[in-house]
């Protein structure tokens, strides 16, 4: 049986990615496990949903990326999803200590189960996440610190609670790949050592309505390679470019989900469902007994395993024990091409392109320095 793909975390995983940075940049306490070239300005072009195997897979689509001399595999966090992971490289931390436990997950603060792209009203970026972003601690050092993204984010739940501390520079139009890149170059030459986080969504945001595999993907990936090899011919040679991603992403077909209403069994003894599809996270007094019902029903097609399970084998890195309860008391992370959905959330069910386990397609992505 195939084993699922663990974070390297303190080894190669995206934590390591800010902290290397910030050793460079002298931020007290940050270590670079990763041995990147020394620099006194970075820029970090996070794209998202580019795993190592969709670039594998479409070198012909994407010339620059596929061709970077300096191309290494990093793992993404458990679970390969956006909030966890941008907040993990926010603040360098393990998704056990930060506590951003999925795209979705009991917070003890919510009413019930909290989206962390949803929000939800009352609710602060530092209820859900108070630890010091590393964006804040470079900026603290008197280090230049901007966020180039997508002007709807600005005050986001999300952008609080992993990104926050960094001067803000909304990109009003996505599609004016020029007026962006010019947006870092001019943020990059700030001050004596600067540091520049541009975000890039077009992919995951087609994968999703469409899938990967499709040919709108394609044409987006090809609009993606062009900014990111213009934005280092943009940028001056002295400034190093370190081009990642937050997962990697895979097609479900119809005839590979399973409504969980169809099968009653399954929600028995289950206080609240959360997660997506590819991994979800189950609330319940009896984890022992929901993991049995749900591995006997789906055996070879996930890896099933209780919270305590799922922390020994080192998922989620080092858990807290106040972040620990964020956590499904059982995790059901898909294999193959599957997907676990419920028609409590509707508009779920119409997406193409899926994340969130710890198959290789979605737990590794390119690290491309240059």
């Not at 080192?314 to 992370?333: K, S």
Request: glycine fraction near 10%; charge should be negative.
């Amino acid at each position: 049986m195939t084993a699922p793909v663990v974070p390297r975390y303190g080894a190669s995983s995206l934590v390591e990615v800010m902290p290397a940075i910030g050793a460079h940049l002298g931020l007290p306490g940050c270590v670079d496990v990763l041995d990147l070239p020394d620099a006194e300005r970075y820029v970090v072009l996070l794209i998202d949903g580019l795993g190592q195997t969709n670039v594998a897979a479409s070198e012909g689509l994407a010339p620059y990326l596929a061709s970077r001399p300096d191309t290494r595999t990093l793992t993404s966090v458990t679970p390969t999803t956006t909030a966890t992971a941008l907040t993990s490289l926010g603040t360098g931390l393990d998704p056990g200590q930060h506590g951003v436990a999925g795209y979705s997950f009991r917070h003890p603060f919510s009413t019930g189960v909290l989206n962390m792209l949803a929000w939800e009203p009352g609710l602060s970026g530092l209820d859900v996440q108070p630890r010091l972003t590393l964006f804040e601690r470079l900026a603290r050092a008197g280090i230049a610190t901007t966020s180039v993204l997508p002007t709807r984010f600005s005050g986001s739940g999300l952008t609080e609670a992993g990104l926050r501390g960094a001067r803000f520079s909304p990109v009003d139009d996505e599609t004016d790949g020029a007026r962006r890149i010019e947006q870092v170059v001019d943020a990059s030459a700030s001050g004596e050592r600067s540091f520049v986080y541009v975000y890039e969504r077009s992919l995951d945001h087609i994968g999703h309505g469409v899938g990967w595999r499709s040919e709108e993907w394609s044409a987006a990936l090809a609009e993606v390679d062009r900014l990111a090899a213009d934005l280092r011919s943009a940028l001056p040679d002295a400034t190093r470019l370190i081009i990642t991603a937050d997962h990697g992403m895979i097609d479900v077909p119809a005839d590979e989900r399973l409504i969980v209403e169809r099968e009653p069994d399954l929600l028995a003894g289950v206080e609240l469902l959360a997660g997506e599809g590819r991994f979800r996270q189950l609330y319940t007094a009896e984890p022992d007994a929901v993991a049995s019902r749900w591995n006997d029903h789906l055996q070879d097609r996930a890896w099933v395993r209780t919270r305590a399970e799922a922390v020994d084998e080192a998922w989620f890195g080092y858990v807290t024990p106040q972040m620990a309860p964020r956590f499904g008391d059982v995790v059901v992370a898909m294999r193959g091409t599957g997907a676990v959905m419920t028609r409590a959330l509707p508009r779920e069910l119409k997406l193409i392109g899926m994340h969130g386990s710890l198959t290789a397609d979605e737990m590794l992505v390119p690290l491309i320095v240059e």
